[in-house]
């Protein structure tokens, strides 16, 4: 008998910081306190960002956990009375406010959240993520067309496969936000030859399809009977061959929010009904679960254990299963 089982050896478990075991630190030891704004929180998240230079990627990782974990504490608006022409400040103020309008569906003053994002743009030009965040304020205000394409060639501009820029600019274009089924399809079909496999926004494609699978389980009905079919055919299924194939290997993927990708992945495989190749994304995650997309149709942690009990019972069955 192995001394070791094939099966994950952690629990599933929601974790925002993904593994990144700094930012998980970082999150430990602040403040949950509603209107809290302590110094000492202050202090370690302007410490965190100023140690992630210019990784853009991460440092857009982070800022949106961050933002996410405090955006009903003090902390943003105690930073930037500290440091008013500090850019992390200006952005993570931007971002936390940007983390409750998308929670709220509306915006408690877009006109500021722009003007910080241009602040700290002026202040550190190289930096991408003002103008990342710039796209997600696109969303909630359903700003033009033309206006958020310009504003999305200023974030790729200086970083070409920035992840979030890339769904933020999907979710704009999404039917659930005012948009439509054509402009993302033509989003995806422009971008998806340029991306090389291993970028930081490779799953655009995929969390394009999943999208839509779970619109159609949402309709009901006929559609929601026939969605499967979605992955029987085409370039989806093309897409979610490549990446079965290649995003589960070690070290295909160095972006920040892999594991939020590779779950992405082992959904889609699991929706088209190919559990056991799921399995191996399964043990790369290690129970690392995201709410998006598991909590589609039940609480998240509780679908991916379901999922990866599947996975575990079709990799021993030598079938793909259901």
């Known amino acids: 008998m192995s001394l070791f089982s094939s099966r994950t050896s952690r629990?599933?478990?929601?974790?925002?910081?993904?593994?990144?075991?700094?930012?998980?630190?970082?999150?430990?030891?602040l403040s949950k306190r509603s209107g809290s704004g302590k110094p000492a929180d202050v202090a370690l998240i302007a410490t965190l960002l100023e140690e992630t230079g210019d990784d853009w990627d991460r440092r857009s990782h982070?800022?949106?956990?961050l933002a996410e974990a405090t955006a009903d504490t003090g902390v943003a608006a105690a930073w930037l009375t500290r440091e008013p022409d500090s850019a992390d400040a200006l952005v993570f103020h931007a971002r936390s406010g940007l983390a409750r309008g998308l929670r709220d569906g509306h915006l408690e003053d877009a006109g500021e959240l722009v003007s910080q994002c241009r602040r700290a743009s002026e202040l550190n030009p190289e930096d991408p993520?003002?103008?990342?965040?710039?796209?997600?304020?696109?969303r909630v205000e359903r700003y033009g067309r033309n206006d958020v394409n310009a504003v999305w060639r200023e974030a790729t501009g200086r970083d070409r496969w920035h992840r979030?820029?890339?769904l933020q600019m999907l979710a704009y274009l999404s039917p659930e936000e005012g948009g439509s089924s054509a402009s993302v399809l033509d989003f995806v079909?422009?971008?998806?030859?340029?991306?090389?496999?291993?970028?930081?926004?490779?799953?655009v494609e995929l969390t394009?399809?999943?999208?839509?699978?779970?619109?159609?389980?949402?309709?009901?009905?006929?559609?929601?009977?026939?969605?499967?079919?979605?992955?029987?055919?085409?370039?989806?299924?093309?897409?979610?061959?490549?990446?079965?194939?290649?995003?589960?290997?070690?070290?295909?993927?160095?972006?920040?929010?892999?594991?939020?990708?590779?779950?992405?992945?082992?959904?889609a495989l699991c929706a088209a009904g190919r559990a056991a190749d799921a399995h191996p994304v399964f043990q790369t995650l290690q129970g690392t679960v995201t709410p998006w997309p598991w909590n589609g149709d039940g609480?998240?942690?509780?679908?991916?254990?379901?999922?990866?009990?599947?996975a575990e019972r079709g990799r021993q069955g030598g079938v793909g299963g259901a």
């Open 11 to 29: 629990r599933p478990r929601i974790s925002p910081a993904l593994d990144d075991a700094e930012l998980a630190r970082v999150l430990g030891k």
């Open 62 to 65: 982070r800022m949106a956990v």
């Open 129 to 138: 993520l003002p103008w990342v965040v710039l796209l997600g304020v696109s």
């Open 164 to 166: 979030e820029a890339y």
């Open 189 to 203: 079909d422009v971008v998806r030859t340029r991306i090389p496999a291993n970028a930081p926004c490779a799953a």
């Open 208 to 267: 394009a399809a999943v999208r839509q699978y779970q619109g159609l389980l949402a309709q009901g009905g006929v559609r929601a009977m026939t969605a499967g079919q979605l992955w029987e055919g085409g370039q989806v299924a093309a897409a979610l061959e490549q990446a079965a194939a290649l995003w589960a290997k070690p070290g295909f993927f160095q972006h920040a929010a892999a594991q939020a990708d590779l779950n992405v992945l082992a959904y």
């Open 299 to 310: 609480p998240a942690v509780q679908r991916f254990e379901q999922h990866q009990d599947k």
